[in-house]
Each structure stands twice: as structure tokens, then as C-alpha cells.
């Protein structure tokens, strides 16, 4: 069992930068795919970025690229999204997950465990 708890969530002006971090309980941190997931309201989740089980391996949305990097530290059993130039499109509760397997994944249903999310909103 993995337990997610994501921090880091807040209030930014658009074109600012936000830090996300999750940490993870459970000592089989190091062996699953990571990702992070965004939902606005009124709208279904959606992929943002993960990453490999050793963090050589990233995937992102297309509306993040270049902007938002994803990392992990399996030392401190937390991942990270750095979050560049945001925009108020990107206002959502951000939620970490992890999956039972080492790749990376942008769907969704292939991930086991979840966060309880954090709220990111971008003013303009």
C-alpha cells in the first residue's frame, strides 16, 4: 500500500512558478512509475507529467511542455513539478499518482494509488 500526500498548492499571478511536491509512505517507492494529474471544475481529470521508476524516463501534455518539468528523489520517496510561467488555464486541483509498474503512463485508469490533490489557482 502507498500512501500520496501532495503539498505546495496555492495562490500565484499568472507568468509565476509554483513547486509541487508529493511524498510517498511505503518502501517500494523507488520501483513505480509517477505521475501527476490536474482537474478543473466542471472538467475530467487529465494527464500533466510522469515520470519512470529512476526518473530517466518523463512524458508530458502538450499543454505543459516546456514549462512544467516533473522529478523524483526515491532517497526522500517524493516527486516534484516544477510549474514555469503559469497560466490561469492551468487553475485545477493537482493530484499525485503511482503505479505498480517502472514506466511512465499519461492514462489515468493505469495508476494505482492517488493523492488527495492540491488546489492551484492562476490569477490573471
Known amino acids: 500500500q502507498v500512501q500520496l500526500v501532495e503539498s505546495g498548492g496555492g495562490l500565484v499571478q499568472a507568468g509565476g512558478s509554483l513547486r509541487l511536491s508529493c511524498a510517498a509512505s511505503g518502501r517500494t517507492f523507488s520501483s513505480y512509475g509517477m505521475g501527476w494529474f490536474r482537474q478543473a471544475p466542471g472538467k475530467e481529470r487529465e494527464f500533466v507529467a510522469a515520470i519512470s521508476w529512476s526518473g530517466d524516463g518523463t512524458y508530458y501534455a502538450d499543454s505543459v511542455k516546456g514549462r512544467f518539468t516533473i522529478s523524483r528523489d526515491n532517497a526522500k520517496n517524493t516527486v516534484y513539478l516544477q510549474m514555469n510561467s503559469l497560466k490561469p488555464e492551468d487553475t485545477a486541483v493537482y493530484y499525485c499518482?503511482?503505479?505498480?509498474?517502472?514506466?511512465?503512463?499519461?492514462?489515468?485508469?493505469?495508476?494505482?494509488?492517488w493523492g488527495q490533490g492540491t488546489q492551484i489557482t492562476v490569477s490573471s
Open positions: 499518482a503511482a503505479r505498480r509498474l517502472r514506466g511512465t503512463s499519461a492514462y489515468k485508469n493505469e495508476y494505482n494509488y
